[in-house]
């Protein structure tokens, strides 16, 4: 059993939105547990700002593993800094993460500057690296923008393109268990390439790993 809670779009800019997420995070803190990861699927600053991400730094503060993601209102090279510890660049962010005996890969969505999103060349050769070393173990991708219509024509007029390329990929592996995603600022799952799509779920999801029922 893989315990999984799952949160998106913090959009950390000023108290109030502080207040928002803690208050999310000291109620998922106080859980008894155990919690094998808590995912937040971007959107983690509103303005992609340094001092920003010094806030979401202290928000996402938990002794829970914590896994994120960037999306279309972050920005590589302050996130790089201060969530990663690493120098700024421009390259995607990609990363890994094994938690509950899975495998979490952590795909940056993002188009500088842009609001809607695309897995480009080097991230899906890095995900397909992912899943080739992944062996038997079961596998969850995730992602910040959603690669279907969400039928809410703002939300699918920036959702993630190129989606026959990542449905492709993810089908040539069984052990793919389901695809995460934020974004639309709403709780809702759908599907995708046949396998469990939840998107910005608003509550803790609990898995069962190696099996496709939510």
């Not at 495998?103 to 897995?119: E, H, R």
Request: charged fraction near 15%; charge should be negative.
């Amino acid at each position: 059993m893989i315990v999984l809670a799952h949160i998106s779009d913090i959009h950390i800019d000023d108290q109030r939105s502080i207040d928002r997420a803690t208050r999310v995070m000291s109620y998922l803190n106080t859980l008894p547990g155990p919690i094998d990861a808590i995912l937040t699927t971007g959107d983690l600053a509103d303005h992609g700002l340094h001092t920003e991400y010094l806030d979401v730094a202290k928000v996402l503060d938990s002794h829970w593993p914590v896994l994120h993601l960037p999306g279309n209102h972050d920005v590589r090279g302050p996130y790089r800094e201060v969530l990663l510890d690493v120098p700024a660049s421009t390259e995607p962010i990609n990363q890994v993460a094994h938690v509950g005996g899975a495998v979490f890969a952590l795909c940056d969505s993002s188009i500088p500057g842009q609001a809607d999103g695309y897995l480009d060349d080097v991230t899906l050769a890095w995900l397909e690296s992912v899943l080739a070393e992944s062996g038997d173990a079961p596998v969850f991708v995730c992602f910040h923008h959603p690669p279907v219509l969400l039928h809410m024509p703002f939300v699918d007029g920036i959702k993630q393109s190129g989606e026959d390329r990542l449905a492709a990929l993810v089908s040539r592996y069984p052990n793919v268990v389901a695809l995460l995603c934020g974004h639309a600022h709403t709780g809702a799952a759908s599907t995708f390439a046949g396998l469990p799509l939840p998107h910005d779920v608003p509550r803790a999801l609990v898995r069962r790993a190696g099996t496709n029922t939510l």
